[in-house]
């Protein structure tokens, strides 16, 4: 009974203890949320007028106590992402003076923290900070490694592109269409490396299909022909995302490979097939397209149809129409200008 009795003081006394903390945590957090926005409100104002008033920025940052410089960076960096150009080049130079306080952050333990410093240092440090910041590429944390490249994958940065693209591999959980921007924001002189990339078997296909898409954004005429090579593949996802690369890129010389893929077992690979051959094909692939149109999948009898239109295959058109079913409600839809 004793015991029991001791039991049940003891957890109260850490119920106590643990709300205590509570009430500490959320007294601390908002007094720093306080003193944080008060000065903000002091700050953001000086940083504003900084801007345009041809002032010398290192005057202004002399002026930032040792106590708040974190704080004052961190109002900076949330004004400098927002700008472009001269603009931004101020904010850094006000800021300059101040960086040195982000070396902590940058060596956190948590892998947010220093994903958030990189993120700072990359906007505020600019040209000087850039090899600090491609030495996060290979952060032990795939997130702040992924920071890295995204700050790295910009046009006047185009020479860290071969070493994003060796780490890709690193980012296959994350969504290809975040990968394929964060490429394709690089621009057209990063396409020679991504066309190599996207040629090589060795890569993943998570990430050739990243690398495909990329191309894709940026209309890259000369990825048709590596494109076209990869159709072969057993590796569906590299696949599809050849085929809607060559949708957009591709030329006549390239439907040879698209219309074996019209009868791969697929649905996903026809679908794209089809698309991909109404826009390069030729008048007389309407008739295979037809062919391959079934009752059973929605996304193929949808894109049949917008492909026999873009082929302009009225007769072809028709000919689902009176077939019934899916088919004909997608020619229908297609036909009065509702295609998906």
């Known amino acids: ?109 948590r892998p947010e923290k220093r994903a958030r410093a990189v993120q700072i240092v990359s906007c505020l440090g600019g040209d000087d900070y850039e090899e600090t910041v491609a030495s996060y590429l290979d952060d032990p944390s795939t997130l702040v490694s992924l920071v890295a490249a995204r700050a790295l994958a910009q046009p006047n940065r185009v020479r860290w592109i071969g070493a994003i693209l060796d780490r890709l591999h690193r980012y296959d959980h994350w969504s290809q269409a975040l990968l394929s921007s964060m490429l394709a924001s690089v621009g057209p002189e990063a396409t020679p490396a991504m066309r ?11 990430s050739r299909a990243a690398v495909a898409r990329a191309l894709e954004l940026l209309r890259d005429i000369e990825a048709g022909d590596i494109a076209a090579q990869q159709l072969t593949t057993s590796d569906g996802e590299v696949v599809a995302a050849c085929l809607r690369l060559l949708a957009v890129v591709g030329r006549g010389i390239h439907a040879v490979g698209v219309r074996p893929l019209l009868s791969d077992e697929r649905f996903f690979i026809r679908s794209a097939a089809i698309t991909t051959l109404g826009k390069i094909g030729v008048r007389e692939d309407a008739e295979s397209i037809v062919q391959t149109v079934d009752g059973d999948s929605p996304w193929v009898a949808i894109r049949s149809a917008q492909a026999l239109a873009d082929l302009h295959a009225t007769d072809e058109l028709a000919a689902l129409v009176e077939r019934g079913g899916l088919p004909a409600e997608a020619a229908i839809e297609t036909l009065y200008g509702g295609a998906a």
């Open 1 to 109: 009974m004793t015991g029991l009795l001791l039991a049940i003081i003891g957890l109260a006394v850490l119920n106590l203890v643990f709300a205590a903390l509570v009430v500490l945590l959320r007294v601390i957090n908002r007094k720093r949320a306080t003193r944080f926005d008060s000065r903000r409100r002091f700050w953001q104002p000086k940083l504003i007028t900084l801007i345009s008033d041809g002032s010398d920025p290192t005057d202004l940052s002399s002026q930032v106590d040792a106590s708040e410089q974190s704080e004052v960076v961190e109002i900076s960096w949330n004004l400098a992402r927002r700008l472009r150009g001269q603009d931004r080049m101020r904010i850094q130079q006000f800021a300059a003076p101040l960086m040195g306080v982000m070396t902590h952050d940058l060596e956190a333990r």
């Open 196 to 206: 190599r990339y996207l040629g090589d078997d060795r890569n993943t296909s998570h």
